[in-house]
């Protein structure tokens, strides 16, 4: 996780009617399907770009997968993040395994937007209305998804058509 997802999450949670600490930290290993006990768990897309560092080759996807976990107990509250990733399409006989997926700034504010909605409904009680979705001038891409080439997918979880 690169510093931008920490700064603007910290600059989204001091904008909060509480007083609580939280952190965010990427986990690799968060559970794709449930939370554990104690936890609540979010999972949203976004827009986002890959680069392959064996070959070089870029590709985008407008419906990158994220996954949040959060919790906040005695004052404190936690958030482990995971981002799914993808493998790129060009054959490296195996050796290439699923790259992160970089997200540019205003996507990550949109996410986080959309996370604090939820900290805010699923920690504190509160009673959120809808909001609504935002796709930036980025975000609006025609393609097949590949699913054989989506860790999401692989794991069962991705919410994409073909």
């Known amino acids: 996780m690169n510093s931008s997802w920490i700064q603007l999450f910290n600059c ?10 939280w952190t965010i930290t990427q986990d690799d290993h968060l559970p794709p399907q449930h939370a554990p ?11 986002a770009r890959f680069y392959c560092s064996t070959c070089s080759n ?4 407008a419906r990158a997968l994220i996954l949040f976990n959060m919790r906040l107990q005695n004052g ?9 990733k993808q493998q790129c399409r060009r054959d490296h006989e195996d050796e290439v395994g699923f790259v992160e997926p970089s997200f540019n700034e205003e ?4 996410v986080l937007g ?21 796709f930036g001038r ?16 692989s794991l069962g979880i991705c919410n994409q058509d073909n």
Not at 12 to 21: E, H, I, M
Not at 107 to 110: A, E, G, H, R, S
Not at 147 to 152: F, G, K, Q
């Open 37 to 47: 006990v104690g936890w609540n768990w979010y999972r949203t897309s976004s827009f």
């Open 76 to 84: 404190t509250g936690v958030v482990k993040v995971r981002f799914f």
């Open 138 to 153: 980025d975000n609006y891409l025609d393609g097949p998804h590949e699913r054989r080439h989506c860790e999401a997918c």
């Open 58 to 61: 870029k590709w985008a996807s």
């Open 114 to 134: 959309r996370l604090m909605t939820k900290i805010l409904q699923r920690c504190y009680k509160e009673y959120v209305g809808e909001g609504t979705a935002f």
């Open 12 to 21: 989204k949670v001091s904008d909060l009617a509480y007083s609580d600490s």
């Open 107 to 110: 996507n990550i504010k949109q």
